[in-house]
């Protein structure tokens, strides 16, 4: 009986055993040694799932920067939260380009070109209607460097802008030549609102007419003239675009 007892025991404890963790350096009889995990970067292998999404993470890396907007809508809205020392660096550069005498020469030939021809001319001609003024070349002269002097005022107004970017991290303002594309496509306009007013001089000069309003039948003719004089500005405005598009993209 006691032979008994001492076996039921031995199995007992051999079975309870069986589920308890073994200890270090320690092995329970019918359980197989359990295995460490290597611990990636101690020197021994990674799992298939770590390689796996360590190669990953380096093909992710080495993707070129090809996309169109995801990841940079909100770093290029952040660029414009401007804080006082961008704005005082922005203002420093934005002097730094600028000049006094343009600035003075730009306001005096748009704002004081009329009236200064208006009071020589009526010192030559006293008495002088208003509608006679504007009908006379002097006038024609006048606004026209006045309204050139609006395109230049403009462009610097475009020049202080793309300093302004450039100061804050974008370029392409630079890149696309801005200021000159605007410049060049106002001094377009600027001929063509020029052409017209001169086809209607000369079509009233023609036909013996006081005014545009009077000339009648031959008002189709100075419609055709202001669509082809319109329709080459447009075609010329489009050209200065594409090669400066072109430029800027292949720069």
């Known amino acids: 009986r006691n032979c008994f007892l001492v076996a039921l025991s031995c199995v007992i404890l051999s079975s ?4 308890l963790p073994p200890q270090e350096g320690r092995t329970v009889r019918g359980v197989a040694p359990q295995r460490q995990r290597p ?4 020197g021994g292998r990674s799992s298939p799932l770590l390689q796996t999404t360590t190669s990953l993470r380096a093909q992710v ?4 920067g090809t996309l169109a907007l995801a ?3 909100f770093s290029t809205l952040q660029k414009f939260v401007i804080g006082k ?4 660096k922005i203002a420093a550069a934005i002097i730094h380009e600028s000049h006094i005498g343009d600035l003075v020469l730009l306001t005096a030939l748009g704002y004081g070109t ?4 208006k009071l020589m001319r009526r010192r030559r001609h006293p008495g002088e209607s208003k509608s006679a003024w504007l009908r006379s070349p002097s006038y024609r002269i006048a606004k026209a460097f006045s309204q050139l002097s609006s395109i230049g005022g403009v462009v610097y107004l475009v020049d202080w802008i793309a300093v302004a970017l450039k100061e804050i991290g ?3 303002p630079l890149k696309m030549n801005l200021p000159t594309i605007v410049a060049q496509c106002g001094f377009a306009m600027w001929l063509a609102v020029n052409a017209s007013a001169a086809k209607q001089g000369l079509l009233c000069r023609c036909l013996k007419v006081a005014s545009p ?4 039948r031959a008002n189709i003719y100075d419609r055709l003239g202001d669509g082809i004089i319109y329709f080459t500005a447009v075609l010329v405005i489009l050209d200065i675009l594409c090669v400066e598009t072109g430029r800027a993209m292949g720069s």
């Open 16 to 19: 309870v055993g069986a589920f």
């Open 39 to 42: 611990i990636h970067g101690s």
């Open 213 to 216: 309003e009077d000339l009648g």
């Open 170 to 172: 974008l370029h392409f």
């Open 85 to 88: 020392s961008e704005a005082r």
């Open 61 to 64: 890396s080495r993707s070129p």
């Open 114 to 117: 009329i009236p200064l021809t």
């Open 71 to 73: 990841g940079k809508l």
